[in-house]
């Protein structure tokens, strides 16, 4: 018997457990792709398919993080709850979350000067962390 997760009203499958799993036990945004080698890794026989309905449907319920990675493909994680933005290594892949209060002032500010009303954005930042900037 499976149960319905109350944060996003899906049901609790096997797969979605592995997948929730397998995204948690990555230390980076990660895609479809990587979070099945992940789970093959495992053992398990979650299907690619199923991983990207999966990861798409636990990103529209506010489960995980997604954004577009400079390369165009769509990468996952899980981050705390509420707004904020990510610095996101170019090289290894590190993640930091971060707020930008100013930003957010000006956002607001912005909409309202031209008549606009419940605002979303997505902003990322990629660069090189100090790490892999030493090497």
Known sequence: MTST????GQRNTRQRTEIRRAVESLASFATAQ??????????SGVGLATVYRTLQAMASGGELDAIRTPDGQVAYRTCSPG????LICRTCGRTVEVSVP???EQVRAMATSHGFAQ?????????TCATCAAR
């Open 83 to 86: 707004h904020h933005h990510h």
């Open 102 to 104: 100013l930003l957010e």
């Open 5 to 8: 997760d109350p944060r996003s």
């Open 119 to 127: 605002i979303d954005h997505e902003l990322e930042f990629f660069g």
């Open 34 to 43: 990587d979070v099945h080698d992940q789970l093959r890794h495992e053992g």
